[in-house]
């Protein structure tokens, strides 16, 4: 059994009152430095290596695409923190533990945890949705983590949030989705609000519900564009069969840290 297991330590919480009440008011909270820089070099490293891993697999295979992931155009790279220490001890650190405890309360677990990285390509866009609108069926709100692993911003297709008091009356309600032709992407707004774009350095952690609607923009430089997105949600989250969705694997438990 691990020390975390066998000694729980209590999460305090990560957020000032400030950023609490926006993340209340508006479904989102923007952290920039909150990846120590270690820690961002250790996942940047981590990103460079399932890139290449997922390259090779592709050409050993003599393929271009393989699922969603394309090669050198779009990556989506999921439980690389099983194969690199760095990415697992952040992911259950005291910081992420007090930012979940702030916004998911005492109890959680880790949902998902994948790099999603673009290239220089104007088809690597995603339109508005929620992330509950991916679901398919009611559920508890969970929370997004998405990190900055570069500089971004409008050029190289960072993402925009339409904040709950611009997105109408029911902002917290999860919206009807419909599947966009050509993509397969999950659309839930078509208004003509263009959002809030998140422009921050690497290191800034975007956390949001998952009923923000939010969409990214085309990455057209010539350099990849790498984010890091971990989800938390307050409870193990089980499809209509019973069967369970994506992860349950325990990170806080009366608001005391006990992953391992």
């Not at 839930?188 to 809030?196: E, W």
Request: one cysteine or more; proline letters at 7%; hydrophobic letters at 40%.
């Amino acid at each position: 059994m691990s020390q975390a297991a066998c000694c729980p330590t209590p999460a305090k919480p990560a957020l000032s009152a400030q950023d609490l009440a926006h993340f209340r008011r508006e479904g989102y909270v923007i952290l920039p430095g909150f990846l120590p820089p270690a820690t961002l070099e250790a996942v940047r490293a981590a990103c460079a290596a399932e890139v290449a891993r997922q390259d090779a697999e592709m050409t050993a295979r003599g393929v271009a695409i393989d699922g969603i992931n394309h090669h050198g155009r779009r990556y989506f790279i999921p439980n690389a923190y099983v194969r690199h220490a760095a990415m697992r001890a952040w992911v259950f650190s005291p910081a992420m533990a007090g930012l979940v405890r702030s916004t998911l309360g005492d109890e959680a677990q880790l949902f998902l945890e994948q790099f999603v990285v673009k290239g220089c390509d104007q088809e690597t866009r995603f339109g508005w949705h929620q992330d509950s609108g991916y679901v398919g069926y009611p559920h508890r709100e969970y929370l997004s983590c998405w990190i900055a692993l570069d500089d971004v911003d409008e050029r190289n297709g960072t993402i925009s949030v339409l904040p709950w008091t611009r997105a109408g009356a029911d902002p917290r309600a999860v919206r009807p989705h419909a599947r966009e032709d050509g993509t397969n992407d999950m659309v839930g707004y078509d208004g003509a609000d263009p959002g809030l774009p998140v422009v921050v350095p690497a290191g800034t952690v975007v956390a949001f519900s998952s009923r923000l609607l939010h969409r990214s923009g085309e990455n057209l430089t010539d350099r990849l564009r790498r984010a890091w997105l971990v989800q938390y949600t307050a409870e193990p989250m089980f499809k209509p069969d019973g069967q369970l969705q994506i992860l349950a694997e325990p990170f806080l438990h009366g608001g005391m840290i006990v992953a391992g």
